[in-house]
């Protein structure tokens, strides 16, 4: 399947992100996470930065890649936007260490 450059741009922008999540949180431990508000606040933005990118990819590249959750994807970003008394912190790590790392791994294949 060949994508547009809009998507293109838009994948690469994600998975760029993915790294820089990636790389920052891999010698992370769950109790460091919880206790250290820059580190938070550094994978929350690039998971928000996912998010929005996600907001930009086409209908058709949505619809031929179900495996990309963009809906969870974008919803998670809005949380995270506008419902800061609303985040789990937990789960954003979990995120982090394993979500992002799949989603790598399937646009990786889009591309």
């Given at each position: 399947m060949t994508i547009s450059e809009h998507d293109r741009d838009?994948?690469?922008t994600i998975l760029a992100f993915c790294?820089?999540?990636t790389s920052k949180i891999e010698a992370v431990s769950l109790e460091q996470f919880l206790l250290d508000e820059d580190i938070q606040d550094i994978i929350i933005r690039r998971i928000?930065?996912?998010g929005e990118a996600c907001?930009?990819?086409s209908n058709e590249l949505r619809e031929q890649n179900e495996k990309i959750e963009v809906k969870k994807?974008?919803?998670l970003r809005n949380i995270l936007v506008h419902?800061?008394?609303a985040i789990d912190l937990e789960s954003?790590?979990?995120i982090a260490t394993e979500r992002v790392k799949e989603l790598s791994i399937v646009l990786n294949e889009v591309l």
């Amino acid at each position: 399947m060949t994508i547009s450059e809009h998507d293109r741009d838009s994948v690469e922008t994600i998975l760029a992100f993915c790294g820089k999540i990636t790389s920052k949180i891999e010698a992370v431990s769950l109790e460091q996470f919880l206790l250290d508000e820059d580190i938070q606040d550094i994978i929350i933005r690039r998971i928000m930065v996912i998010g929005e990118a996600c907001t930009r990819l086409s209908n058709e590249l949505r619809e031929q890649n179900e495996k990309i959750e963009v809906k969870k994807i974008i919803g998670l970003r809005n949380i995270l936007v506008h419902g800061y008394d609303a985040i789990d912190l937990e789960s954003v790590y979990l995120i982090a260490t394993e979500r992002v790392k799949e989603l790598s791994i399937v646009l990786n294949e889009v591309l």
